[in-house]
T-cell receptor, first 112, second 110 residues
Framework: DTAVSQTPKYLVTQMGNDKSIKCEQN?????MYWYKQDSKKFLKIMFS???????INETVPNRFSPKSPDKAHLNLHINSLELGDSAVYFC???????????FGPGTRLTVL | TQLLEQSPQFLSIQEGENLTVYCNSS?????LQWYRQEPGEGPVLLVT?????EVKKLKRLTFQFGDARKDSSLHITAAQPGDTGLYLC??????????FGTGTRLTVIP
């Protein structure tokens, strides 16, 4: 059973479109994250949610809007996609009080 | 601003050799993690170190956290082709905010 799952695995879209990436974890963790990995493999946190509440928002354009309908899900919606948004986006989760997130398989977003 | 610098950036060695990867920063971390990432997959947690000077071993991998909790090293003994991958260190500065290093891409040649 997959602990942290993301869909889709690959996403190819045109500039200006709006797209969403879904994330689910079945570990019962309270904290979920979105990370972005660029072409140089540098991984940077975007958002952190604890019990459905936003606790970290790291200088991410407001075109990116995370939504947590419940503790097990943290979806990422992106408006007006730009070329620079092309990257691999990772969802992750961890139990409260720990900082060792487990990562999903990633979603490779390509904006044309 | 890069908080964590890893060296070397690339490392290609023969099977059976030993190697050390370094993770350095001017910041103090409350904890530090090491991950390994393979192509097309997410990073997989290898170890978490919390105490300055702490040493943890995971089979042929030895992890050390610096006394001042600003740096860390990963030593692999008798590297195997299965050790090939991207190694990432990550430090926790503020609760729930993990800063990742620049990465070390290791290739072990059979």
């Amino acid at each position: 059973d997959t602990a942290v799952s993301q869909t889709p695995k690959y996403l190819v879209t045109q500039m200006g479109n709006d797209k969403s990436i879904k994330c689910e974890q079945n570990l019962g963790h309270d904290t979920m994250y979105w990370y972005k990995q660029d072409s140089k493999k540098f991984l940077k946190i975007m958002f952190s949610y604890n019990n459905k509440e936003l606790i970290i928002n790291e200088t991410v354009p407001n075109r990116f809007s995370p939504k947590s309908p419940d503790k097990a899900h943290l979806n990422l919606h992106i408006n007006s996609l730009e070329l620079g948004d092309s990257a691999v986006y990772f969802c992750a989760s961890s139990p409260s009080g720990t900082m060792s997130p487990g990562f999903g398989p990633g979603t490779r977003l390509t904006v044309l | 601003t890069q908080l964590l610098e890893q060296s070397p950036q690339f490392l290609s060695i023969q099977e059976g050799e030993n190697l050390t990867v370094y993770c350095n920063s001017s910041s103090v971390f409350s904890s530090l993690q090491w991950y390994r990432q393979e192509p097309g997959e997410g990073p997989v947690l290898l170890v978490t170190v919390v105490t300055g000077g702490e040493v943890k071993k995971l089979k042929r991998l030895t992890f050390q956290f610096g006394d001042a909790r600003k740096d860390s090293s990963l030593h692999i003994t008798a590297a195997q082709p299965g050790d090939t991958g991207l190694y990432l260190c990550a430090g926790e500065v503020v609760y729930n905010n993990l800063f990742f290093g620049t990465g070390t891409r290791l290739t072990v040649i059979p």
